[in-house]
């Protein structure tokens, strides 16, 4: 079990890398003027989004789940940490598919945010990784 424990920290720690940085692309993306620039942006957000971030959020989840089914979900039901944790990922989860859309938005020169709004953006997932976190090792309830 520690192989797949070891697994799910790697692939968590690639995920939240991912999302960190794409929304700060999306701020540079968002000042960009230039044609040159915006491909280049579009490339990047698209590697990033599809190479590195989408399947680090597969193997964390894939890995997660294994962790949770092996440990026994009766082991951890009444834990409050853990389904707080929970909610907090499928939170996480929604700020990917979103990712995704804005990804879209800007392949398709349909930008309707300002980077201001991209950098507010760009914090929500340091909250809930510094949440979790402490969920996950201190486990409060």
Request: net charge positive.
């Amino acid at each position: 079990m520690l192989w797949v424990k070891a697994f799910h920290i790697i692939f968590m720690v690639t995920w939240f890398a991912a999302l960190f940085y794409l929304p700060r692309l999306f701020v540079y993306h968002a000042m960009s003027s230039d044609a040159i620039s915006n491909e280049r942006f579009k490339v990047m957000e698209r590697k990033l989004y599809f190479g590195i971030m989408t399947p680090g959020a597969i193997l964390t989840t894939i890995f997660g789940l294994w962790l949770l089914f092996d440990y026994g979900w009766a082991l951890y039901a009444e834990m409050g940490w853990l389904h707080l944790k929970l909610m907090m990922v499928a939170v996480l989860i929604g700020y990917h598919i979103y990712c995704g859309r804005i990804v879209k938005a800007f392949k398709l020169d349909d930008n309707q945010h300002s980077h201001l709004f991209y950098r507010w953006f760009n914090e929500l997932p340091v909250l809930l990784l510094v949440a979790i976190i402490i969920l996950v090792v201190v486990k409060p309830f």
